[in-house]
């Protein structure tokens, strides 16, 4: 549906900030009567009161409103997500498909809005947590690998001062290596 | 499209700073910004966006996130007002009405 510019609109065109000065001076609470005198004063136009009350209703109330609802939604599922586990990128991603969604026409469901949500916010807990695995991992494959060399270190030191490997050096070899399991058979006599 | 002047410019920063204080310091997408400039009837390119993003950024009148992106140009993700932008904005609200 195209939507018809407002007289308001349509003077912005021909005075820069013109638009913009009406916005402001309605957020500040002015009268109609003081922003038609503004008019007047600062772009050299006469705008009746009728003029700027159509643009004040069609437009900056509107706007108005419709702000108003995307945010309470947003704090909505905001809060259902719990404000901790949500970044800023992602707050700023979800304002964005929220705002899309009312342009689409859709009525704000928080319940669908919130199940798509809860879909992306346990991908990140799951990104986060299979990070966290990963990290522990590491740390054990650390830890083995110093035990490894622990215990091989050992072996060396015992080789080279001439003394024997007995079964129980190379049980520990393998358990620190393989984790414990069955211990090494001895030789056939 | 023809080139906006600079003034045109500076009137499409009003109105960003005025958008992102509606928004009360929450982190707001360019696409968002580029989409409510649409509904005022100033059209705004994603990329003229973005340059007016990191202009009031190095003004200190928004804070950003960047995204880097391999072999591009990083990417703003979010920008929200700062005091400081707050601060501007007010300074560009039309005098008192008395």
Redesign the interface.
């Given at each position: 549906m195209r939507i018809q510019?407002t007289k308001i609109?349509q003077l912005?065109?021909q005075h820069?900030?013109l638009?913009?000065?009406v916005?402001?001076?309605l957020?500040?609470g002015?009268?109609l009567e003081?922003?038609q005198?503004?008019l007047a004063s600062?772009h050299g136009e006469q705008v009746s009161i009728n003029t700027i009350s159509n643009y004040k209703q069609r437009r900056w109330l509107v706007?108005r409103l419709r702000?108003k609802e995307l945010?309470e939604t947003?704090q909505a599922v905001k809060e259902e997500l719990g404000e901790a586990a949500v970044s800023?990128?992602t707050?700023?991603?979800l304002?964005?498909l929220l705002?899309?969604a009312m342009?689409n026409g859709a009525a704000l469901d928080p319940e669908f809005l919130l199940k798509e949500q809860r879909l992306w916010a346990q991908h990140a807990v799951n990104v986060a947590k299979i990070e966290t695995e990963k990290k522990k991992l590491e740390l054990q494959i650390e830890q083995s690998r110093k035990a490894i060399e622990e215990a091989t270190n050992e072996a060396k030191d015992k080789i080279r001062t001439g003394q024997q490997l007995t079964l129980e050096d190379i049980n520990r070899i393998r358990e620190r290596t393989f984790g414990a399991g069955e211990p090494a058979a001895r030789p056939p006599a | 499209m023809r080139n906006k002047?600079l003034?045109?410019h500076d009137?499409d920063r009003?109105?960003i700073l005025?958008y992102l204080k509606?928004?009360?310091f929450?982190?707001?997408?360019p696409?968002?910004l580029v989409?409510h400039m649409d509904?005022?009837?100033h059209p705004v390119t994603d990329e003229g966006m973005e340059f007016h993003l990191r202009y009031m950024f190095e003004k200190g009148w928004v804070q950003m996130?960047v995204e880097a992106i391999a072999g591009k140009r990083p990417k703003v993700?979010?920008a929200?007002l700062t005091a400081a932008g707050l601060d501007e904005f007010n300074r560009?609200?039309?005098g008192d009405?008395?």
């Open positions: 510019p609109e912005d065109r820069e900030g638009r913009v000065d916005d402001m001076l957020d500040k002015a009268t003081e922003i005198k503004l600062k706007a702000m945010q947003f800023e990128s707050q700023a991603r304002f964005e705002d899309q342009r | 002047t003034a045109e009137h009003t109105e005025r509606e928004c009360q929450m982190p707001v997408t696409v968002t989409r509904d005022i009837f996130n993700v979010w929200k560009r609200a039309p009405t008395d």
